[in-house]
């Protein structure tokens, strides 16, 4: 007898999956220089391809033709050939000429990981019944490094509070989804491009784009970020 109940289960479920509607939208996400953005030397720097890295090196690369993002196995080859992948090896002279003689790379940009938190919400849900709407900010940080000295040109944060919101009623729902991911990595491409063609109004530029583990702006003492408007500190030699 649990067998039918079961399959009648997962049935109802794949019916009210397959009944509800997303509706996505891109949220506004604003990104500024922040001075709070830092790194070490023990920073660990992964040159394996993601979703993020991906992301922005294909938004950069749109926003400015003449930008060119190389591959990420090149720069692990030139820049760790020992695995130690670590911001302090790759500011070491030796290293950035292995990048600027050998690919052209003038700066590398460093992007940490998206946060995502719940900051309200309203409603609730039960079974094949609800309404709610909650409100979530995500945002992302990044800096770039110029590999003429190994140090940081700028820090960048970039943040957006999106909501999200359903209904459902028997078998159908309707639920309005952001895209706050693709909102903020907009919103950091575009802040990118602007500081490197503030040193470099025009020409060809290379560039790499990395993951940065743990790259996160400083917090305010309230606990919100608290971006700034001065270039980030440089790291140390």
Sequence with gaps: MMVPVRAALLSAALLLVAACIPIPYKPSATA????????????????SEDETTEALAQRIASRDREI??????????????????????????ERR????????????VLVGDVADQETSSH???IPLLGAGTWTNRTDVSACIIDLADGRMLTGIS??????SSGVIYGFYGVFLVPMSESSVYDAISDSVVAAIRAGTPAGPVTIAVAHASGLRAAPCPDGEACPGNAPAAAPPD
């Design 158 to 163: 970039a943040a957006t509070e999106a909501r």
């Design 68 to 93: 060119t993002v190389v591959a990420h196995q090149d720069i692990e080859a030139l820049a760790f050939p020992d695995g130690d992948s670590t911001i302090g090896q790759l500011t070491d002279s």
């Design 32 to 47: 500024v220089p922040d001075a709070t953005v830092s790194v070490s030397p023990d920073t660990v720097i992964s040159c």
């Design 97 to 108: 000429t292995r990048l600027s003689r050998d690919l052209g790379v003038a700066y590398l």
């Design 123 to 125: 409603g609730g849900f």
